[in-house]
């Protein structure tokens, strides 16, 4: 049986790649979905390579591993919901931090065949700093991984 990671976030290059993990890989697969959420806000925080303790009341006076669990749990609860609205019946993970990382970390937790992403055009300033997740998953590993593209561009 093929094992499919689908990585899911907000958006329709997300909701596509779930349809086409389906189309593709048909009800015999089993799936998992992986949400990535960034990290809540830790009051000391580094700023430019300073640390910098907060100044100001914390607006969430809860201990930091309370805020991780909601945080993972409410990851983990999107990407069950969102692989539901793409048709798909997937086991669902949620994950915190560096996407690459965590998407990286749940294919080798679980032993994956495939990574299916979506892919997020960036406009050329963005992608100096930032990194498409599909493009960097292609380079750091050597399971197979499936891009898919929206198809509200022009493909000429």
């Given at each position: 049986?093929?094992?499919?990671?689908?990585?899911?976030?907000?958006?329709?290059?997300?909701?596509?790649?779930?349809?086409?993990?389906?189309?593709?890989?048909?009800?015999?697969?089993?799936?998992?979905?992986?949400?990535?959420?960034?990290?809540?806000?830790?009051?000391s925080a580094f700023v430019y390579g300073y640390a910098f303790p907060a100044v100001m009341p914390a607006m969430d006076d809860r201990p930091m591993?309370?805020?991780?669990?909601?945080?993972?749990?409410?990851?983990?609860?999107?990407?069950?919901?969102?692989?539901?609205?793409?048709?798909?019946?997937?086991?669902?993970?949620?994950?915190?931090?560096?996407?690459?990382?965590?998407?990286?970390?749940?294919?080798?937790?679980?032993?994956?065949?495939?990574?299916?992403?979506?892919?997020?055009?960036?406009?050329?300033?963005?992608?100096?700093?930032?990194?498409?997740?599909?493009?960097?998953?292609?380079?750091?590993?050597?399971?197979?991984?499936?891009?898919?593209?929206?198809?509200?561009?022009?493909?000429?």
């Amino acid at each position: 049986m093929t094992t499919v990671l689908i990585a899911l976030d907000q958006s329709d290059a997300s909701h596509a790649a779930a349809l086409a993990a389906a189309e593709l890989f048909g009800p015999d697969a089993s799936y998992l979905a992986i949400n990535v959420a960034d990290a809540p806000f830790d009051e000391s925080a580094f700023v430019y390579g300073y640390a910098f303790p907060a100044v100001m009341p914390a607006m969430d006076d809860r201990p930091m591993s309370e805020r991780v669990y909601e945080t993972v749990t409410r990851a983990r609860l999107e990407a069950a919901r969102m692989s539901e609205e793409a048709g798909v019946s997937a086991t669902a993970l949620g994950d915190m931090g560096d996407p690459v990382t965590a998407i990286l970390a749940a294919a080798d937790e679980y032993g994956v065949d495939v990574i299916v992403t979506g892919w997020h055009d960036r406009n050329w300033f963005r992608g100096l700093f930032d990194k498409p997740v599909g493009e960097t998953l292609v380079h750091k590993t050597n399971i197979p991984v499936l891009i898919v593209p929206t198809h509200d561009h022009d493909t000429h």
